[in-house]
Nanobody
Framework: QVQLVESGGGSVQAGGSLRLACATSGDTSTAYYMAWFRQAPGKEREGVAASVNNGITVYAGSVKGRFTISRDNAKNILYLEMSSLKPEDTAMYYC???????????????WGQGTQVTVSS
């Protein structure tokens, strides 16, 4: 079993940047496939970016070119660098992990508690 703890959320103005981090602990071998999701009030959970341990990444069209997912495998941390933020990026952001490659589908087995990102216009 793996535990996931997100951090780095906050409030920024449109056009600003934030970096989210997801620290993994426990059986980190479970976190071969990881992803970032977000959920705004009244909306379904949306896949933002996904990462395989070997470096392969996938992005949602809405964030491609603005967000970057990366890993520090030595520290067992997953990052999401967000730039050119827009008010529509406002949501609770979650990291997820599994031994199965779900791409951007919200079917990952392990989830963190989330970190709030608020972008004001």
């Amino acid at each position: 079993q793996v535990q996931l703890v997100e951090s780095g959320g906050g409030s920024v103005q449109a056009g600003g940047s934030l970096r989210l981090a997801c620290a993994t602990s426990g059986d980190t071998s479970t976190a071969y496939y990881m992803a970032w999701f977000r959920q705004a009030p009244g909306k379904e959970r949306e896949g933002v970016a996904a990462s395989v341990n070997n470096g392969i990444t996938v992005y949602a069209g809405s964030v491609k070119g603005r967000f970057t997912i990366s890993r520090d495998n030595a520290k067992n941390i997953l990052y999401l660098e967000m730039s050119s933020l827009k008010p529509e990026d406002t949501a609770m952001y979650y990291c997820a992990a599994d031994r199965v490659w779900w791409l951007l589908r919200p079917d990952y087995k392990y989830w963190g508690q989330g970190t709030q990102v608020t972008v004001s216009s």
